[in-house]
Every structure is written in C-alpha cells, then in structure tokens.
C-alpha cells in the first residue's frame, strides 16, 4: 500500500466536540442556547515537524454544533452539545485521474456535567470548575463508498463511548484592567468499538489532552477580543492492539477571536484556529486553518 496516498488526516471522527463549552461557566437559572459553524480546511502534509511539498490530497470539514446549557445553582450546570457534520476528500491521483469522497450525518453527542469549587466575588474574581463528560456514539461509523468501508476518521461518528476530564480557571482584574485571563484543560479518554466483524478488539482513537490559555479584553462597546494559544496532543490510534501508523501528534495553535454583543441576551463570536507548530507522527495531512462562527442566546428561567 502506498501510505503516502493513503495515511490519515489528523483528525479524529467528528468535530471539535468541546467546541464553546471549555471557555465558558454557566450561570445560575440561566439557559445559554448556541449554534456554531465550522470551517475546517486541511491542505498541509506534514512527517514530523517537516511540511512536505505535496498538493495531491486535500479534506474540507464543515459542521454544524448546537449547544445547550443550564445552570442549575451556582454550583453545578448541565451542557450537552450535537453536531452535523459534511467532509469532502479530494485526493488527486494524477492529472487525469481524482477521486472524491463527501459524507454527510449527524455526529456524536457530548455531556458535559460541570462543578464550580470556586465562584468570583467582588473581593476575588477567580473562577475554578471542573467537569466530567460522557460522549455518545450517535453518529454513524460505518458508511460505506463503492462496498469499501471508509477510515475511521472519514466517518461523522467514533462508535465508541469515550468520557472527558475537564478544568477551568479565570481571574478577572477589574476595576484597574478590563480583561480576563482564562485557562483550561481537558483530557478524553477514549474507547473501542469493533469496525470489522473480525476484528478482536477493535478500533481506539488516541487519548487526547487539549490545554487552552490566554485572555479576554473587554471594551464596554458591541466588540471585546480575546488572543488565546491552544496546545493539542493525541496519542496514536490502536486497532487490534496494534498501532496505527501515520495518527497522532502534538499541536500548537493561535486563536485570534472578536465577540459581538448584538443585544442584552444574543452575542456572537468569529473566530480562528491557526497552526504554529506541528510535530506529527508519521505522514499526516493536517489543519491548514479553522474558522468559526457562534450566535449565542440567553434566557433566564
């Protein structure tokens, strides 16, 4: 086989499930509704920490996440977010020759039951929480193209149930600045599920640790901005308790994002992902850049 044609993208099934949910605390009684685009465009190989000069593949991922929230005190929320998902491979065989796969589904459902150990206060504006989530496999995994089983990182859905560790911490300086400084980190643990009626024990995507810092910069007008670095590590991904060539890595991004406060109870949110560094395990087509576009609304209950 000629793993360079055929070696896996970097990302795992589905979309960025955390989405909004890991830079965000609930409100007491406050119910938080939110839609968000994803744009994501894969055109950069990478072996290593090295770009490889190679234009015959390219993935285009969009999806759709609805995301909903509730606090139910001032201790403990709820947030459960879905999404739908539309990939596009191209890969480009030779002049005269391109194969293109798209796929279309819902992916998986994430829960995400968060703790606030410590709520800000006028005397100290610190937040600390931490959550436990649980992710569904609602998304299909077995979608086929021509009676040929499509990777498992083509398919809208992991088929696995995997559970997510997560931590949050924000300190605010207000009066003297008008910004936050917000960090968080989440670990997914994933688990198996059988892609092949022969297989023994299955197909595990790579654990994933996801640490986010930086700050929020606050205006008083309709636009605030925030400047965050976002530093992503996944294992490799194992079939049959073997390793799979070609998966895994570590990230390092740039998020540059501008929110927009259109009335009391609707904001909106644009932002990007942008690679600075790539160290990736094997040969890898990976994210050349990722936007994002959020509407969110509030309703106190």
Known sequence: MNTKLYSQACCSAGTPLLGSLEMSLNTENLLRIGLTYDYNLLQSVYNGTNRLNDNTRERLTRSLLLEISYGFSKKIS???LSSFINQNRTI?????STQQISVNGIGDWLLLLKYNIKNSDIIDQSDIAIGF?????????NILDKGILLPADMQPGSGSFDYLIWGYYSKGFIPYLPLNVIANVSYKINTTHKRFANSKLGYKFGNETII???IGYRTDTFLDFSLFFRLRNTNNDVFDDEK???????????????????SENLTSRVTSQLPIYRNL???????TYTVTISLFHTITL
């Not at 480009?92 to 005269?96: E, H, V």
């Open 244 to 262: 799979i060539p070609n998966t895994g890595g570590t990230w390092f991004y740039l998020i540059p994002g501008l929110n927009f406060k259109i």
């Open 92 to 96: 480009n065989f030779s002049q005269q």
């Open 78 to 80: 709820v947030s459960l």
């Open 212 to 214: 986010t810092a930086g």
């Open 281 to 287: 395990i094997g040969t890898q087509l990976t994210t």
């Open 133 to 141: 989530g649980l992710k569904l496999p609602t998304g299909k995994s």
